[in-house]
């Protein structure tokens, strides 16, 4: 998650058939492309076939156009879509929040440093709070407050954000508030949320006090992509950890923010390194680094 890719990213993906490995391993072969990194899977439910390659060429001068236009007509054979990603890509990314700062400030550090390779393109809001961390990155900051009689139009306002500044990818790092049907079918599989993840699933107000109520012994979250089920959409990363009696609800809440940025973190990573596929149903395979 936080090293500068210097190598070329092949991925693809089509319906299972004998082939599919060998027709892009060889190819690669005949280019004179040293394979770093491999990771292919047949899903037997579905009949789909994904792979994700790294790889560095041999020679100079490598053309990545060249290269799929001349990998085309082997992909024709297997009704095979594929996309070639050049080393060091930083995806154009628009961060979405509300009032909590927790995943927002840990984004922000590691786009600072270099751990994630996104540009921030913008950060979009429904409150004014955080617009000095902000300013402090000298990144633009959109307020747009929200009430259910403004939706339609406040949403309109961050598609446009969305289109302008040319993000390929929304998080939405504390973003409380639940996106239309419309807007998540515009924004399928190019967004992610953050949410907790407790064991049984407390709902309503005050998630950590009622765990704690309840003796809760694991705290976690969960990272998806966004659909019209709220919460419910394919899952690209989890985390968790085991808590105890000892455990107030202040503490299962400051643990609960520090899962919550890692595995945000992780989904994003994976995401920008090509990592997550989307099968039939909103199954997701996720080759992790």
């Given at each position: 998650?936080?090293?500068?890719?210097?190598?070329?990213?092949?991925?693809?993906?089509?319906?299972?058939?004998?082939?599919?490995?060998?027709?892009?391993?060889?190819?690669?072969?005949?280019?004179n492309c040293y394979i770093t990194e491999l990771n292919s899977f047949d899903d037997r439910d579905s009949q789909g076939?994904?792979?994700?390659?790294?790889?560095?060429?041999?020679?100079?001068g490598f053309d990545g156009d060249a290269f799929l236009k001349r990998f085309a007509p082997r992909a024709t054979e297997f009704d095979m879509e594929f996309e070639l990603t050049p080393p060091a890509?930083?995806?154009?990314?628009?961060?979405?929040?509300?009032k909590s700062d927790h995943c927002l400030?840990?984004?922000?550090?590691?786009?600072?440093?270099?751990?994630?390779?996104?540009?921030?393109?913008?950060?979009?809001?429904?409150?004014?709070?955080?617009?000095?961390?902000?300013?402090?990155?000298?990144?633009?900051?959109?307020?747009?407050?929200?009430?259910?009689?403004?939706?339609?139009?406040?949403?309109?306002?961050?598609?446009?954000?969305?289109?302008?500044?040319?993000?390929e990818l929304v998080i939405l790092a504390r973003y409380m508030q639940v996106l239309s049907a419309e807007?998540?079918?515009?924004?399928?599989?190019?967004?992610?949320?953050?949410?907790?993840?407790?064991?049984?699933?407390?709902?309503?107000?005050?998630?950590?006090?009622?765990?704690?109520?309840?003796?809760v012994k694991l705290v976690g979250a969960t990272a998806h992509y966004i659909n019209n089920d709220l919460d419910e959409g394919p899952i690209i990363a989890q985390g968790v950890e085991s808590v105890d009696h000892t455990h107030y609800p202040e503490d299962l809440i400051e643990k609960g923010r520090d899962i919550e940025c890692l595995t945000l973190a992780r989904a994003v990573s994976y995401h920008i390194e090509r990592r997550v596929f989307l099968l039939a149903k909103g199954k997701t395979v996720v080759f992790t680094s």
């Open positions: 998650m936080n090293k500068e890719r210097s190598h070329w990213i092949f991925t693809a993906q089509c319906p299972s058939k004998i082939g599919t490995v060998d027709v892009v391993t060889r190819f690669l072969r005949e280019e076939f994904v792979i994700r390659v790294e790889f560095r060429p041999e020679m100079d890509t930083k995806m154009p990314v628009v961060i979405m929040v509300s400030n840990d984004l922000l550090y590691r786009y600072r440093t270099g751990q994630l390779s996104i540009d921030i393109r913008a950060i979009v809001s429904n409150h004014p709070d955080l617009e000095t961390l902000a300013e402090w990155h000298n990144l633009p900051y959109y307020t747009f407050p929200i009430t259910p009689e403004t939706k339609q139009e406040q949403e309109a306002k961050v598609w446009q954000v969305i289109e302008e500044t040319g993000a807007m998540c079918e515009k924004l399928s599989g190019k967004a992610i949320n953050i949410h907790h993840s407790l064991l049984p699933g407390f709902k309503g107000a005050r998630p950590y006090h009622q765990a704690y109520e309840k003796g």
